[in-house]
């Protein structure tokens, strides 16, 4: 704004920045106000928290407010909107007013007993990085955002995938508790120790408790029957072969990668195969196919197959290549079912049951009446009589969606309302969210528990999955001290709609802890919230711990298809971009992470020229000028 005085404003101006003088003090009255009342929230802080406790209570007690009339009346003369003061809510309101008051000649400003202990502008965001330091690592590259990932099993036995990742960027190692053994994890340990003095820089090791988590049980095993289908174009013609691996029974062995099937044969049978082989045989349907023998090796054999298939154990393979004076037979070996699936179509109903029974499809007679119900167990049985008639339930992150019915003590049904048009599968060992529940569940499983005193001697930081609330912080930090781990940080993920309405109060708790941090568990948080809501939700997320000077992790799905496939989407690109106002990201295990770490870190580096947290950075613009 050009610099001016009172004698050259118009009498609307002077009114207008009265005005907007007069609205900016009654906002930070009130906001001391609103604060002062919760100053019991500031007990037993630790002391490196205690500013930024104060400054989340301001910034809570202006987010009750709508200020957006006022936001757009700042922006008209020029002066900040209040749109970026979360790391510094008090200094940013006093900044504004005394701009305005000059301008109105009144210079004597003078400041209330809250003001005067509250931070300045700058400190916001140096607490912030300070804590961020703590709890990630103090940065040692030009990237200003860390980057974790987490490790495959593979990692424990080959030392190059923590070295290579280490060499693309990677500042944080997380390993999944959920997953494998102390025994792995301790190899993996290693490796990274290894790593680092190699690259002669240090690796924060996360570790995450599995938490509570609600989970599908066992369904009655499929059929035995592997269908062989070769992949054909829009016409049905076959373009690709199904390949199929014939394996001895006496020695199997493992399928090559592009083996679709394998199945178990009498070794003898496999010794008598040349190139070019035919075999023939009848499959379930009673069709005759032919498999060509296409490559050989001590271990078994690889046969094509240009039609479709369906084959179960018994099936009887014939050879006729003229070399042999009769006929060679043998037959497929018998192998497991497929794995067991329920098929939920929009309106079917589904029954939920605590009882460890085997889960099944839903039963009917010759005229279509129901007999029995899908259905399923639940892996936490004492969910079951929590819940209540007209809640919403979603399994498999998601993809099937129901509202309960009807309930009983040990058993509730769901009518299916969000499945596929053609009918969705719902596997065992698949997640379950009750977003509108309240259950009462322990924070930490006996597992967590026995998984604890490994972490508190091992780890750098460990991290909490489903907080849900201050009792859940407390027990944890309960844990720690049980352990003498009094110092180690902890991180709180946020993945369920609980723990998001609860996240400033979990905030104040964690923050009794020399260390603390927030992960957006973005999976099971955009089932619980909404899809529709998720950009939203954590956006809130962002906010609300920038104000608590506490570093945030954002998770799941970043650069997954990269990851997993080699070929990343346009929309992960966008979102790894949108990843940028964190002060760490995750990426998920896959066979293409070193490139998936290396992309991360291109575009982190280039991102942090252009914006820092919600920010722009007005850099010069890489473009062809108007005069060249």
């Not at 103090?138 to 290579?164: F, G, K, L, S």
């Not at 379950?432 to 508190?456: G, M, V, Y």
Request: glycine share 6%; charged share 25%; aromatic share 4%.
């Amino acid at each position: 704004m050009e610099e001016t005085s009172v004698s050259t404003l118009t009498p609307y101006e002077i009114e207008e920045v009265g005005g907007l003088l007069d609205a900016l003090k009654h906002l930070r009255d009130t906001v001391t106000k609103d604060a002062a009342g919760h100053r019991n929230q500031l007990d037993n802080l630790d002391p490196a928290y205690v500013a930024s406790a104060r400054n989340l209570l301001h910034y809570l007690s202006l987010r009750q407010h709508d200020i957006r009339p006022l936001q757009q009346r700042l922006s008209l003369l020029g002066l900040s909107s209040l749109g970026r003061a979360e790391s510094c809510v008090l200094p940013t309101l006093n900044a504004v007013i005394r701009v305005l008051a000059s301008i109105l000649g009144q210079q004597n400003f003078t400041t209330d007993e809250e003001d005067k202990t509250t931070s300045t502008i700058e400190d916001g965001s140096r607490l912030l990085s300070d804590h961020a330091d703590q709890l990630l690592g103090v940065y040692q590259c030009e990237r200003t955002v860390r980057i974790m990932v987490t490790m495959p099993t593979e990692a424990a036995h080959d030392p190059n995938i923590i070295h290579q990742l280490m060499a693309k960027g990677m500042n944080c190692m997380r390993i999944n508790c959920a997953h494998d053994s102390p025994e792995i994890w301790q190899a993996m340990i290693r490796n990274l120790r290894s790593a680092e003095q190699s690259h002669g820089r240090n690796c924060r090791i996360f570790m995450d408790l599995g938490g509570p988590k609600i989970r599908t049980g066992d369904i009655e095993p499929g059929a035995k029957v592997v269908h062989v289908r070769p992949k054909r174009d829009e016409n049905g013609i076959t373009v690709i072969p199904a390949r199929v691996w014939l394996t001895s029974s006496e020695n199997p062995s493992v399928a090559p990668e592009d083996c679709a099937a394998q199945f178990q044969v009498s070794g003898n049978f496999l010794k008598c195969l040349h190139r070019c082989d035919e075999i023939t045989l009848t499959d379930a349907r009673k069709k005759s196919r032919k498999w060509t023998v296409v490559n050989i090796t001590e271990s078994g054999c690889c046969v094509e197959s240009i039609k479709a298939c369906y084959v179960r154990p018994g099936v009887k393979l014939h050879l006729e290549n003229g070399r042999q004076t009769q006929r060679l037979q043998t037959e497929i070996r018998d192998f497991p079912p497929q794995v067991g699936v329920l098929r939920l179509k929009r309106d079917d109903m589904v029954l939920v049951t605590s009882d460890p029974v085997q889960g099944h499809n839903e039963e009917r007679d010759t005229a279509g009446n129901l007999l029995k119900p899908a259905t399923i167990s639940c892996t936490m049985p004492t969910v079951v009589s929590q819940v209540r008639q007209g809640e919403t339930i979603w399994f498999d992150d998601g993809k099937i969606g129901g509202v309960i019915e009807k309930t009983e003590s040990d058993r509730f049904w769901v009518r299916i309302r969000h499945a596929r048009p053609e009918g969705s599968k719902l596997r065992s060992a698949k997640g379950i969210n009750l977003p509108d529940s309240q259950l009462n569940i322990n924070a930490l499983t006996d597992e967590d528990l026995r998984n604890l005193a490994f972490i508190a001697e091992h780890a750098d930081v460990v991290e909490m999955s489903f907080a849900n609330s201050i009792a859940d912080v407390q027990l944890l930090q309960e844990q720690l001290k049980n352990l003498g781990a009094e110092k180690l940080p902890i991180v709180l993920k946020v993945e369920t709609r609980k723990g998001f309405e609860n996240l400033p109060r979990m905030l104040l708790a964690a923050m009794r802890w020399p260390c603390c941090g927030v992960m957006i568990a973005r999976g099971d948080l955009a089932v619980e919230c909404g899809y529709e809501r998720l950009a939203e939700v954590q956006e809130e997320i962002l906010s609300v711990c920038e104000a608590a000077h506490v570093p945030v992790i954002w998770a799941t799905q970043v650069l997954e298809n990269l990851a997993r496939k080699g070929v990343p989407s346009r929309a992960e690109i966008s979102d790894a971009v949108m990843a940028h106002r964190a002060e760490c990201v995750m990426l998920n295990k896959g066979p293409h992470i070193t490139e998936a770490v290396e992309a991360l870190d291109n575009i982190l580096k280039r991102m942090q020229s252009h914006q820092k947290k919600r920010r722009p950075m007005l850099r010069e613009l890489k473009l062809a000028h108007l005069t060249t």
